[in-house]
């Protein structure tokens, strides 16, 4: 909304302030700015000259004309112009030597065309107020010649845009947003639609209500002899234009203004394209409407429609029907001024993807006692500057509606802000807003019911107090957003100032703060970080050609997907079910813009519906706190969603440089995010070989938590690889991080620190090639019993000296005793212990023996 200063002067008494001092005022009374237009402060200059002779000027490719043109000084001016529209005796506006144009154009005197040229004639466009740029500006016959152009037409003013809320609907006019001022600056308000309109008496042209669940009053007033081709006064068409719309016609720029000035939409008729009685009702299934935009529209059961003998004439509320619409012929019009219901006009609106300035009125609720006086207005404007005659009587179809009231405790407002406002306070910004206040409440209202004379409780708030703490409340026509009593808290809370609330951060109770799981995850991205893995974040969509490039097959349960009824992207329109799908895409994006070393890693929630889920949730009411029955069937809706950590690595994992050589990514390394993982946890991980999709058949880890299955590392498979575009030999690793949980072992505790010297021994063991490392680990680690502090491989090796089908694995083993110095006979026999049990369990011997 895009509002004058000049006009909004006109219906309050600002005082001596800028556009910023104002629009400061208005942001904190809650409308939000968009910005601040000046317009004419550059001008100057410019007078108003009488066309005394003109003299075509012959020899050119375009018309040039030489005009005589007295501007109010002793000698007129010559002045040297391109334009046709205007003939000797007319008035205009002329720029002088020396003057400015908007956006600093400057004007002197030159020759051109062989006739010197002593400034300029105006067109709309150089003047700022338009885009007309087809001809000269041609002002009424009687203005004064040598009157300032900037004070005559209003040039030098000031335009604040505000962005308007759907609550604050009356502020899309002119009218509201002066009443925010005025109560921002504590000046009075003259409100505009407080004018005497005559008695209905005898009605216009005939009208009904056919459907009053869209339209609760609806209004026809009548003019005659209209001249239609009377231009638009001047001031009008620049405040139009200043408000950001585009003047049309005299009688179409009358509707706009007072739609703009009053915040009620009109439509204008011609009458002679009218048949019978007019009616509003909702369309019928086959009807069509070509409306204003020459679009015909298949119209919908749930529109709202303005109809006469013919059929639809106008879509109610968005956008009036071709067939009536008044044209450069029309002498004799009907004004249309309505109530429509706002959820219907929206619907309306949205089903023909039409949005006009009327129906953004109308959706947001607009003044139901406006039709009357706006209606009045536009047919007194037709008759002082079209020359209409205004029609006896007004047709006045209305439904009768109860003004709602609303009970509230006076310091409820207080309650919701955590700020005191005492009870004349209260009642004082209730009345500001335009709300009449009554002592007291009703029975019914205590009851949280609605008693015969409309007046409803607050619905949860406590109305359990004195009778004297309470007030009625009726909220002004214009402001049907105001239903319930948080309503007028906001009010009141708005209107004090949200800057005076008073910002109180919340104590935390004692004893709160991070879930051990919570804790794991910060301890596990710190250390993925530090290990040279980067952070992303995905998208939580994937779609069926996600699962089909992992290769999953028809029975696995990450086929198994929650779709979303309004995705983003209809290539995924599931839930994802694993975390892979939107690392893989990161990684190929990383590498295709030149990063070709790439380790990332990602943690987040997984989807996973279970067969017997209720196929949708229940719709819980806004007025009050679910029960928890209702929270039990959401939950129950609800896919199980666990915490998942994932890491894809692809490229050099170790560097090369001038130190030499690097290495490249492995299996091993996603093996070793797991292992990283599991030490954060406090747990020890099983690596067990499998096979498993989407991971290569040879080069996959099952990862285990005791008898848990936590996750997958590996090498993916290279048919993944080519599906996505993926590095050769790309690596990857999966985890379930709810999975930890349970074996999470608690808070920290500090481990003993042993004074003692710590004992090693190093044992070389030949194993057959197919062996898991972890087996052999592992049967040496519960063969050397407690006095076993470390076990670390730091050999693997295959040849000749070792057998065909064998490698050769090298580990060294640390001891230490908390209570004494370890003996060498003690360490070799835990040795020779843990040897026995790795050749009893894998069939490892001794290297060299």
Not at 348 to 366: P, Q
Not at 537 to 558: C, H, I, Q
Request: charged share 25%; aromatic share 4%.
């Amino acid at each position: 909304m895009k509002v004058p200063l000049s006009w909004l002067r006109e219906f309050v008494d600002l005082p001596a302030v800028n556009a910023h001092e104002l629009a400061d005022r208005l942001t904190q009374a809650g409308l939000k700015l968009e910005g601040i237009t000046s317009h004419g402060d550059d001008v100057k200059n410019v007078v108003v000259g009488k066309v005394l002779t003109i003299e075509e000027l012959t020899g050119f490719k375009k018309p040039i004309r030489h005009c005589i043109v007295e501007v109010g000084e002793a000698e007129p001016r010559q002045i040297v112009c391109g334009a046709t529209n205007f003939a000797e005796g007319d008035i205009v506006a002329v720029v002088l030597p020396g003057g400015v144009l908007p956006g600093g154009f400057e004007v002197g005197a030159r020759k051109t065309y062989g006739r010197l040229s002593e400034g300029m004639i105006c067109s709309e466009r150089e003047l700022g107020l338009g885009d007309d740029h087809n001809g000269i500006m041609v002002l009424p016959a009687d203005t004064p010649i040598g009157t300032d152009v900037v004070e005559l037409l209003g040039l030098r003013d000031e335009v604040i845009e505000l962005e308007i809320t759907p609550d604050l609907g009356y502020s899309l006019s002119i009218r509201g947003v002066a009443r925010e001022a005025a109560t921002a600056f504590g000046v009075p308000f003259n409100d505009p639609a407080l004018r005497e309109v005559p008695a209905t008496g005898e009605p216009s042209y005939p009208a009904s209500i056919g459907d009053d669940t869209v339209c609760d009053r609806f209004v026809l007033r009548e003019v005659s002899g209209f001249n239609p081709a009377t231009p638009s006064p001047q001031w009008m068409r620049t405040r139009l234009i200043r408000a950001g719309m585009r003047p049309v016609s005299l009688a179409v720029d009358i509707t706009n203004y007072l739609m703009l000035e009053l915040g009620q939409p009109l439509h204008a008729f011609d009458r002679t394209k009218l048949s019978g009685e007019i009616v509003v009702r909702r369309a019928r299934a086959g009807e069509t409407l070509e409306t204003l935009d020459h679009v015909v529209r298949a119209l919908d059961p749930g529109d709202i429609l303005i109809t006469d003998g013919s059929g639809p004439i106008s879509l109610a509320g968005t956008m009036g029907g071709l067939n009536t619409e008044i044209s450069d012929e029309s002498a004799d019009i009907v004004i249309e001024a309505a109530h429509f219901s706002a959820s219907a006009t929206a619907r309306t609106s949205r089903k023909h993807g039409l949005v006009s300035e009327a129906s953004k009125r109308f959706e947001r609720g607009v003044d139901r006692e406006l039709p009357l006086v706006a209606s009045w207005r536009a047919v007194q404007l037709l008759a002082e500057l079209g020359g209409a005659q205004i029609r006896p009587g007004v047709t006045h179809a209305e439904v009768d509606v109860e003004p709602q009231r609303i009970a509230i405790p006076t310091g409820h407002p207080g309650a919701v802000a955590g700020v005191p406002y005492d009870r004349e306070t209260v009642i004082t910004r209730l009345q500001q807003v335009g709300c009449v206040v009554e002592e007291g409440d009703t029975p019914a209202a205590r009851r949280g019911g609605v008693d015969p004379t409309g007046v409803v409780s607050g619905g949860d708030i406590d109305l359990s107090v004195s009778g004297d703490d309470m007030i009625t409340v009726t909220p002004p026509s214009w402001r049907p957003d105001l239903t319930d009593p948080n309503d007028l808290a906001e009010e009141v809370i708005r209107l004090e100032g949200y800057a005076n609330l008073p910002s109180i951060l919340p104590k935390a109770p004692a004893g709160a703060g991070l879930t051990e799981l919570q804790r794991l995850r910060r301890r596990i991205g710190r250390s993925l970080a530090a290990a040279g893995y980067v952070e992303v974040l995905s998208y939580p969509f994937m779609g069926e050609r996600d699962l089909d490039n992992l290769l999953l097959p028809a029975g696995d349960g990450r086929r198994v997907a929650t779709r979303l009824a309004n995705p983003l992207s209809e290539d995924e329109p599931l839930m994802r079910t694993t975390l892979l799908p939107g690392l893989l895409k990161t990684l190929v994006r990383n590498v295709g813009r030149g990063f070709n070393d790439v380790a990332l890693f990602e943690t987040g929630l997984v989807y996973r519906p279970v067969a017997d889920a209720p196929a949708q949730a229940p719709v819980l009411r806004v007025d009050r706190r679910p029960s928890d029955e209702e929270l039990a069937g959401v939950a129950s809706a609800l896919p199980p969603q666990p915490q998942r950590i994932a890491a894809v690595l692809a490229g050099e994992f170790e560097r090369s440089g001038w130190w030499g050589k690097g290495r490249q990514a492995t299996w091993a390394d996603a093996v070793e995010v797991a292992r990283t993982v599991a030490r954060e946890a406090g747990v020890t991980l099983g690596v067990v070989a499998d096979q498993h999709e989407p991971w290569h058949p040879g080069r996959c880890a099952a990862l285990y938590v005791g008898d848990t299955l936590v996750g997958h590392a590996g090498e993916l498979h290279p048919r993944v690889v080519e599906a996505y575009g993926l590095p050769a030999r790309t690596c990857a690793v999966e985890l379930e991080l709810t999975r930890f949980e349970p074996h999470l072992p608690g808070p920290a505790q500090a481990p003993a620190v042993s004074a003692y010297p710590v004992a090693t021994q190093d044992v070389a063991l030949i194993v057959p090639d197919f062996t898991p490392v972890a087996d052999v680990e592992a049967a040496l680690r519960d063969g050397a019993g407690e006095l076993l502090e470390s076990i670390r491989l730091f050999d693997v090796y295959g040849g000749e000296q070792v057998g065909a089908g064998n490698k050769s694995l090298a580990y060294t083993l640390r001891f230490r005793a908390a209570d004494r110095t370890l003996t060498v006979e003690e360490t070799t026999a835990a040795r020779d212990a843990a040897v026995a049990v790795a050749a009893d369990r894998v069939g490892a011997r001794l290297r060299g023996a």
